[in-house]
């Protein structure tokens, strides 16, 4: 009986618990993918930037825009010389190189 009067009493308290509950199930479940997601942010930009410099040979201050995303990264180096490009973001870091006219640019291990 007690539970009932809670619920009557405080709706509101009683679906926001209800929502908590699902979204702490919900993490639980997608807890791989949500810690492999800082690494999708600079993996994906140091990729599709070296890509767009080095492969389609455009400049660099459109490979930025063409790169930038909803969630800043936190550091951004571009090496003309060994075309290779590595961006830090949401505590992670990754290299893209740029490897033939064939290979295109690969991340680096």
């Not at 199930?25 to 600079?42: H, K, N, T």
Request: hydrophobic letters at 40%.
């Amino acid at each position: 009986m007690n539970r009932h009067r809670f619920v009557r009493r405080r709706p509101f308290s009683a679906l926001m618990l209800v929502a908590l509950i699902a979204l702490l199930g919900w993490i639980w479940q997608e807890r791989v993918a949500l810690w492999a997601f800082p690494d999708i942010i600079s993996g994906y930009t140091a990729k599709e930037y070296c890509s767009c410099r080095y492969v389609m040979k455009n400049d660099a201050e459109y490979c930025h825009r063409y790169v930038k995303q909803w969630l800043p990264t936190s550091g951004f180096t571009d090496d003309p010389a060994s075309q290779r490009v590595t961006v830090s973001g949401m505590g992670r870091s990754n290299s893209a190189q740029w490897i033939g006219e064939h290979q295109g640019c690969r991340l680096q291990p």
